[in-house]
């Protein structure tokens, strides 16, 4: 197990808050409900993630989902010695979502795990602006030992590589909270991000700021909300202008106890609809009502606080009213709803295990009546059991054109739509087969048997492969184990 040191003040400060936290994973770990049948109105998108955060919709309707990861090897050590229950490590990535499967969009990203309540921050939310991708990054920055990778907004490339447009990190570090909680890290809790017209709109949750972020990375407080430490998440940009927040309030949760905030251009705050229960995310409906999401309802005044599956999404009826839509969610944490107009639901916040595989991203579809209970959903397999992309490359068009038919004659394949073309090809001995890279994310053609490996080719590249003796030499990406192939030498 690899060490990192120099951990600041401010971080030794959040080892209080670990203590009155702790019960929580312990209570996760008690709830282990088996698989159930999906209510009416509900269908899973994909399962088996990793603490699946925000996500967000590309032009031609591509569907991209921010995984924290699970921290990683490199425990956080004081500068006395100390040893804290902090690991931190690149596993947190960037995927696309088809047909069940993730593909990966930009992977090796800095992931930060605080092990007893088992909470993750990694990317935290995705947002597109005029035609960008932008990812929201809460698990780098110094306090955790990662100061190459601070926090703020990352722009994302089409090659996976990411750049760094807004350093919040260092703003934080310029520009403390006015009121600064107990638990307050010099790095920032990052937890949403949404686009509006110029800007992304970002909240800070423990030091309770709301700033924006421009394409130029010129970053702005639009409010200090830190005094009486209300813990900010949920973002959703007003259509009259300036943005709605939502709060969780702190232990232990009490219910009625968080609301949702208009904050002006001008940083004006105003209560916009009171009532809410430890409040997560945030996003306005096409009916033009908002929306809520409850981390948990029901909640205890001791140990261990938040009460499992009592989560639930409610719709704005009123300034201090609401009613359910969806409920008894296992701590929900993202919401949004689609090009479809159906509601997306991300879920669980954290869980035991580093939450590894324990995530789900639900279509939940309103018409059908509401309120939707999840009680009997239970506990979801992984939605990709042939690998990531496997689904994908199932559904595409290109996969069907010649898969398990006769062979094709040639000496070239093309990789797109994550599947090779032809899937099967028939070549003479003493041939040099080409593969070429026509997708936008990188992919591998690796032998099963080891014979042949092209290392990564990302779009555009090309790997030769001569092959001399006769045999049937099956193949695969060894980025989407689902894609596969073969070549038959006569």
Request: aromatic fraction near 8%; glycine fraction near 14%; charge should be negative.
């Amino acid at each position: 197990m690899s060490r990192t040191s120099a951990v600041s003040l401010s971080l030794v400060l959040i080892v209080t808050l670990l203590m009155t936290g702790a019960p929580f994973a312990v209570r996760a770990q008690e709830a282990t409900p088996t698989a159930g049948a999906l209510p009416d109105g509900v269908e899973v998108v994909a399962s088996g993630l990793t603490n699946p955060r925000g996500f967000t919709w590309g032009a031609n309707g591509e569907l991209f989902l921010a995984l924290a990861g699970t921290g990683g090897p490199n425990q956080v050590i004081g500068e006395d010695g100390t040893e804290f229950p902090f690991f931190t490590g690149m596993t947190s990535s960037i995927v696309r979502v088809e047909g069940g499967c993730t593909v990966p969009v930009a992977e090796g990203i800095a992931s930060f795990l605080w092990t007893d309540p088992g909470w993750i921050w990694g990317v935290m939310d995705l947002a597109i602006l005029d035609g960008q991708l932008y990812a929201l990054l809460g698990g780098g920055g110094a306090d955790v030992g990662l100061p190459e990778n601070p926090n703020g907004v990352y722009r994302v490339n089409a090659d996976g590589t990411t750049e760094l447009v807004g350093d919040l990190s260092a703003f934080f570090r310029e520009n403390p909270p006015a009121f600064t909680p107990w638990d307050y890290g010099a790095d920032g809790s990052l937890f949403d991000m949404e686009a509006g017209t110029d800007r992304l709109w970002i909240s800070e949750a423990v030091g309770g700021r709301l700033l924006t972020v421009t394409p130029a990375g010129e970053i702005a407080l639009i409010a200090d909300l830190s005094e009486a430490h209300m813990v900010p998440t949920g973002v959703a940009v007003a259509p009259e202008g300036g943005a709605y927040v939502n709060h969780e309030t702190v232990v232990p949760f009490p219910d009625g106890a968080a609301k949702v905030i208009h904050v002006a251009a001008d940083g004006t705050q105003t209560d916009h609809w009171t009532g809410l229960t430890a409040g997560t995310d945030l996003t306005m409906g096409p009916d033009g009502a908002l929306y809520a999401a409850e981390m948990a309802t029901g909640n205890l005044d001791e140990a261990p606080y938040l009460q499992p599956d009592t989560g639930q999404i409610v719709r704005q009826t009123g300034p201090d009213s609401h009613e359910p839509v969806v409920t008894d969610i296992d701590y929900p944490v993202f919401l949004g709803f689609g090009p479809d107009d159906a509601l997306y639901l991300a879920y669980p916040a954290f869980g035991p295990d580093a939450g590894e595989g324990q995530g789900a991203l639900l279509r939940i579809d309103l018409s059908v009546g509401t309120p939707i209970s999840l009680a009997d959903l239970g506990e979801l397999g992984p939605s990709c059991m042939g690998g990531p992309g496997a689904a994908a490359a199932i559904a595409s068009p290109s996969a069907d054109t010649g898969a398990g038919e006769a062979s094709v004659e040639g000496s070239s394949v093309t990789i797109a739509d994550f599947a090779f073309t032809p899937p099967e090809l028939t070549v003479a001995a003493g041939t040099t087969v080409t593969w070429t890279n026509e997708d936008w994310a990188p992919h591998t053609a690796t032998a099963e048997d080891g014979s042949f490996e092209s290392g990564r080719l990302n779009q555009g590249d090309s790997f030769e492969q001569t092959f001399n003796e006769p045999g049937t030499f099956a193949y695969h990406c060894s980025f989407h184990p689902g894609m596969v192939g073969s070549v038959v030498v006569t």
